[in-house]
C-alpha cells in the first residue's frame, strides 16, 4: 500500500519569505500527486495537482509544485509568502490502476506572520 | 446545494451511545469517500462507494463503524457505542467519477466529541 511523508508539521514564516514544503510517498509505479489547502474555518479544497505532462505544475494563489520520479517527491513551492497563506496544507497520493482510495499525509500547519 | 454537505457540524456525545453522521455530495458525483482527521494525524481513510459497487470498508477501525449510501447519493457514517478515542472531525468527499486522477471535493466535516 501506498503511503506520504510530510516532514515538516508545523512552519512558521514571515510575509515574503519563501516557502517549500516537502512530500514524498512510496509506490512504485504510476500516481497521480495532489495537494490540498484548508484555510481556517473553511473546507479541504484542492490547490494543484500532477498527473501526466510538464512535472512542475502551478496552481492557485502563485502556488507550484515540481514532481521528481527519482526521489518519489512532490514539494510545495511559493517564492513569496502572504499572511493569508497561513492553512493546513496536505498532500496526497492517487496511484493510477490502484484502489481509486487517495492517501493523504499527516498535514503541515503553516502560520505566516505579517 | 453546489458542494458537499454535512450534518451535523458538531455532536457531542456520551461514551457508550450511537451516532448518525450524514453527508449529501455534490449531485451526479458517483463516488463518495469517508474520511476521520485526528489532531496532529492527518486524514485517515474509512469507506468509499462507487457508484452500485460493494462498498471498500477497508479503512473501518472497528465493526461499531459502518456506513451506507442511499440511492446513489446521501451517505450516513455510524458509530455505535462510542468511544473517547472516536472523537475526531469525520469529513466526506465527493468526486464525479472516482478515478484516480480526479480531485475530491469535501465538506466541512462533522467535529465528534465523546465524553
Known amino acids: 500500500a501506498q503511503s506520504v511523508s510530510q516532514h515538516n508539521h508545523h512552519v512558521i514564516l514571515s510575509e515574503a519569505a519563501s516557502l517549500e514544503l516537502g512530500c514524498n510517498y512510496s509506490?512504485?509505479?504510476?500516481?497521480?500527486l495532489f495537494w490540498y489547502v484548508q484555510y481556517p474555518g473553511q473546507h479541504l479544497q484542492l490547490l494543484l495537482k500532477?498527473?501526466?505532462?510538464?512535472?512542475l505544475v502551478k496552481g492557485i494563489k502563485g502556488f507550484e509544485a515540481e514532481f521528481i520520479k527519482s526521489k518519489f517527491s512532490f514539494n510545495l513551492r511559493k517564492p513569496s509568502v502572504q499572511w493569508s497563506d497561513t492553512a493546513e496544507y496536505f498532500c496526497?497520493?492517487?496511484?493510477?490502476?490502484?484502489?481509486?482510495?487517495?492517501?493523504f499525509g499527516r498535514g503541515t500547519s503553516l502560520i505566516v506572520h505579517p | 446545494g453546489a458542494g458537499v454537505s454535512q450534518s451535523p457540524s458538531n455532536k457531542v456525545t456520551e461514551k457508550g451511545k450511537d451516532v448518525e453522521l450524514r453527508c449529501d455530495p455534490i449531485?451526479?458525483?458517483?463516488?463518495l469517500y469517508w474520511y476521520r482527521q485526528s489532531l496532529g494525524q492527518g486524514l485517515e481513510f474509512l469507506i468509499y462507494?462507487?457508484?452500485?459497487?460493494?462498498?471498500?470498508k477497508s479503512g473501518l477501525p472497528s465493526d461499531r463503524f459502518s456506513a451506507e449510501r442511499t440511492g446513489g447519493s446521501v451517505s450516513t457514517l455510524t458509530i455505535q457505542r462510542t468511544q473517547q478515542e472516536d472523537s475526531a472531525v469525520y469529513l466526506c468527499?465527493?468526486?464525479?467519477?472516482?478515478?484516480?486522477?480526479?480531485?475530491?471535493?469535501f465538506g466541512s466535516g462533522t467535529q465528534l466529541s465523546v465524553l
Open positions: 500532477y498527473f501526466s505532462g510538464d512535472p
Open positions: 509506490y512504485g509505479g504510476t500516481v497521480n
Open positions: 449531485s451526479g458525483h458517483t463516488a
Open positions: 468527499a465527493s468526486s464525479l467519477a472516482g478515478t484516480t486522477n480526479e480531485k475530491l471535493f
Open positions: 496526497a497520493v492517487n496511484p493510477s490502476g490502484g484502489s481509486y482510495i487517495p492517501t
Open positions: 462507494f462507487q457508484g452500485n459497487s460493494a462498498p471498500d
